[in-house]
Each structure stands twice: as C-alpha cells, then as structure tokens.
C-alpha cells in the first residue's frame, strides 16, 4: 500500500543481517559485500575484505541449490568520497568457471548512507557489454580508511 492505494507487486527480496562478533569501529573487520541478481534468476552474494585478501561467498542456481564461491576476485576501478570517507566505485569482477567469467559493475546511483553503511546499486555487464543483472552493493569506510567516527557518521545521517 502506498499513498492509501493497493498495488499488487511480484518479485524477490532478501533479508539482510549482519552477525558475529565484531566491532564495526574496528577497520579491520569492514567489508566490501555484493549482491548479484542475474536476469536468468542466479544470483551471487559475494563479501570481500580488501584489507587483509580475505573474501567468501555463495552461488545460488536457478534450482535454489547453493554452493560455496570464493575463487574470485573483485577490482576496484576507481573511488569516490561520501561523508568524509573514502570507498571503492566500479568494479571488475573475475569468477573462473562461472558464466562468461568476467563482469563489470557499474554503480547507477550515487548511493547513500544507511547508519555505518554505505549502499549503491549497480549494474552488472559481461565481457560483451552486454547488460545480465544488477547488484545491491554494500560498503564500510573501514575497508580504505584507517581512523573510524561512529558518532561522524551517526550525525550525518540525521542532518
């Protein structure tokens, strides 16, 4: 329901919950995790800790069956800066194995914080340029800066 009205909606969703034991201050426990969503109903969650090689991830096939992913690796092709910190921008992504094996993604929005995270959404192109999907990106400032404010970036999401 929006605005009062009733609309019937068809789709996938996700729930998304962090768990473990970490501090979110503590850069070396920030990651770089991504999304992917291919038009032919895969789909790839992959999490990357640039900081120390550290990454992992799951395949899912069209069937719903779900392996582990964590021969892959993720380039950052540029960076922006939002709210004082520094993040990664565009992507090339290798997977040996899988599908055409390389991929680049390119963010469609500029993104925005959602408390400690920084979130974008991007489009995920072949090696033939070719658009298959698109990807939920999710960023921590650890990941490329070493000092963290908690309370720096609290107060600039309720201005």
């Given at each position: 329901?929006?605005?009062?009205q009733?609309?019937?909606?068809?789709g996938?969703?996700?729930?998304?919950?962090?768990?473990g034991?970490?501090?979110?201050e503590?850069?070396?426990?920030?990651?770089?995790?991504f999304?992917?969503?291919?038009?032919?109903?895969?789909?790839?969650?992959?999490?990357?800790?640039?900081?120390?090689?550290?990454?992992?991830?799951?395949?899912?096939?069209?069937?719903?069956?779900?392996k582990r992913?964590?021969?892959?690796?993720?380039m950052?092709?540029g960076?922006?800066?939002?709210?004082?910190?520094?993040?990664?921008?565009?992507?090339t992504l290798?997977?040996?194995?899988y599908?055409?094996?390389?991929?680049?993604?390119k963010?469609?929005t500029?993104?925005?914080?959602?408390?400690?995270?920084?979130?974008?959404?991007?489009?995920?192109?072949?090696?033939?340029?070719?658009l298959?999907?698109?990807?939920?990106i999710?960023?921590?400032?650890g990941?490329?800066?070493?000092?963290l404010n908690?309370?720096?970036i609290?107060?600039?999401?309720?201005?």
């Amino acid at each position: 329901m929006l605005d009062g009205q009733t609309f019937e909606v068809t789709g996938k969703s996700w729930f998304d919950r962090q768990g473990g034991t970490y501090t979110i201050e503590n850069p070396l426990v920030n990651w770089e995790w991504f999304s992917l969503r291919f038009f032919d109903d895969e789909e790839l969650m992959l999490f990357t800790f640039p900081q120390d090689d550290y990454l992992d991830g799951t395949q899912i096939a069209k069937d719903g069956s779900a392996k582990r992913l964590n021969n892959y690796t993720v380039m950052p092709q540029g960076f922006i800066e939002a709210g004082g910190y520094k993040f990664s921008s565009g992507w090339t992504l290798h997977i040996p194995g899988y599908k055409d094996e390389d991929f680049n993604l390119k963010p469609v929005t500029d993104g925005q914080f959602n408390l400690f995270f920084f979130e974008l959404l991007a489009e995920i192109r072949n090696k033939h340029g070719e658009l298959v999907g698109y990807a939920v990106i999710e960023l921590l400032p650890g990941v490329y800066n070493k000092k963290l404010n908690s309370m720096k970036i609290f107060h600039r999401t309720i201005e």
